[in-house]
């Protein structure tokens, strides 16, 4: 059974810094290509970040030079540190993996993704 579990959302203020874990079982994650994604209130779900097995990294143009997306294979960990947040970063954001032999252009489409963790909260608020 495969099972992601993000953690280390809050409340932090504007400028400030958070880390996002995502815990996953049931995948070797060396053979997958992973992801976060992010759905503000009343927004449709969108793409932030992913991490290929072949070490590649992609953001989306909002969080390029504050975001770093990276992954730790031997403990099966994916993680997003988030730099000088905004309020416009509020958001459920959300770990997925990658299906199996998708393409680089469909990597930031979210049909493309298999396995979906709960979400964490993040608020960037004074």
């Known amino acids: 059974q495969v099972e992601l579990v993000e953690s280390g959302g809050g409340l932090v203020q504007p400028g400030g810094s958070l880390r996002l874990s995502c815990e996953i079982s049931?995948?070797?994650?060396?053979?997958?290509?992973m992801a976060w994604f992010r759905q503000a209130p009343g927004k449709e779900r969108g793409f932030v970040a992913a991490t290929r097995n072949s070490g590649h990294s992609y953001y989306t143009d909002s969080v390029k030079g504050r975001f770093t997306i990276s992954r730790e294979n031997a403990k099966n960990m994916v993680y997003l540190q988030m730099n000088n947040l905004k309020p416009d970063d509020t958001a459920i954001y959300y770990c997925?993996?990658?299906?199996?032999?998708?393409?680089?252009?469909?990597?930031?489409?979210?049909?493309?993704?298999?396995?979906w963790g709960q979400g964490t909260q993040v608020t960037v608020s004074t």
């Open positions: 997925a993996a990658l299906r199996p032999t998708t393409i680089l252009s469909e990597i930031r489409t979210e049909s493309r993704y298999d396995y």
């Open positions: 049931g995948l070797t994650l060396r053979s997958r290509s």
